[in-house]
C-alpha cells in the first residue's frame, strides 16, 4: 500500500453485542481510508459474535483481526491484548456503540499531517451524542473526547490505560506535549450512542446532556435516519 496511507488498526472490544457489533463493522466497511484493519476483541464463549466475523471475512474483502478472551480480565487488560495483535502504525478506537462517518479516518488522518507541526495524534473536541431512548440528538460541548482517538501505536504501548479501559491517560500525554491535533470543526464524523448497557452509568450520560446543544426534531431525524440505516 502506498506509503502516504499507513495502516491504521481499529480497536472494537465488544461483549455479547451482535447487532452493534454489526453496524460497527458496516461502518468500518464504508471507511474511504484505503489501508486499515478492524480488530475485534470478543469473547470465548460468544459464539453468535465469533459466527458474524467469520461470515464477515468470507464476504467482504476486509482485513479483520481477532483476539477471544474470557472476560475474566478488565478492559484495559483486553484492549492491550489486541493491540499486540494489531500491525498498524497507527491505532484508531472502533466502539461498537457508536455511529462513524465514511470519512472519518481520512480526515483525522489528514489532519494530523500540517507542514511545520509534530501531531502524533488526532481527537475530536465536538462530535454527535445520541440518547436512543428519548431519540434526542445533541451536538457535544467541547471537550477531548477520548473515544475519538487516532494516534501512532507506540505512543498507545506507553501509556497505559485507566481501570475504565478509556484513554484519558493517552490524549494527557499528547496534548501536553503539543502532539494532538484537536479538530473541533467536524462534529458529524462521530455519534456517541447512549443505549443503557454503555460503561458509564444513566449520570454520566446526563451531564454530557445537560453541558450539550440539543438539536431541532427535523435535524435530529436525519442524523437517526443515518445511525438507524
Wanted: with cysteine; glycine share 4%; aromatic share 10%.
Amino acid at each position: 500500500m502506498n506509503q502516504s496511507y499507513p495502516l491504521i488498526s481499529c480497536i472494537c472490544v465488544t461483549n455479547n453485542r451482535p447487532e452493534q457489533l454489526k453496524k460497527a463493522i458496516s461502518c468500518f466497511a464504508d471507511q474511504n481510508y484505503p489501508n486499515k484493519e478492524l480488530a475485534i476483541s470478543y469473547l470465548k464463549n460468544d459464539l453468535l459474535t465469533k459466527e458474524i466475523v467469520e461470515n464477515t471475512r468470507q464476504k467482504d474483502i476486509l482485513k479483520i483481526v481477532t483476539v477471544e478472551h474470557t472476560g475474566d480480565e478488565p478492559l484495559e487488560k483486553a484492549k492491550i491484548h489486541v493491540i499486540n495483535k494489531c500491525t498498524g502504525d497507527y491505532l484508531c478506537i472502533w466502539d461498537d456503540n457508536d455511529w462513524y462517518h465514511p470519512s472519518r479516518l481520512m480526515f483525522q488522518f489528514n489532519s494530523m499531517q500540517i507542514v511545520g507541526e509534530r501531531y502524533q495524534g488526532s481527537v475530536l473536541s465536538r462530535i454527535m451524542l445520541y440518547d436512543a431512548g428519548t431519540k434526542k440528538v445533541y451536538h457535544a460541548f467541547s471537550h477531548n473526547w477520548d473515544g475519538t482517538l487516532l494516534c501512532r501505536k507506540e505512543i498507545f504501548l506507553l501509556n497505559p490505560y485507566t481501570k475504565d479501559g478509556e484513554n484519558t491517560s493517552i490524549t494527557t500525554f499528547l496534548s501536553g506535549r503539543k502532539i494532538l491535533c484537536q479538530i473541533d470543526d467536524a462534529p458529524f464524523l462521530y455519534i456517541h450512542i447512549y443505549h443503557g448497557a454503555n460503561i458509564h452509568d444513566d449520570k454520566h450520560f446526563e451531564s454530557f446532556m445537560k453541558q450539550s446543544e440539543l438539536l431541532a426534531e427535523e435535524l435530529s431525524n436525519k442524523i437517526i435516519k443515518l445511525i438507524d440505516n
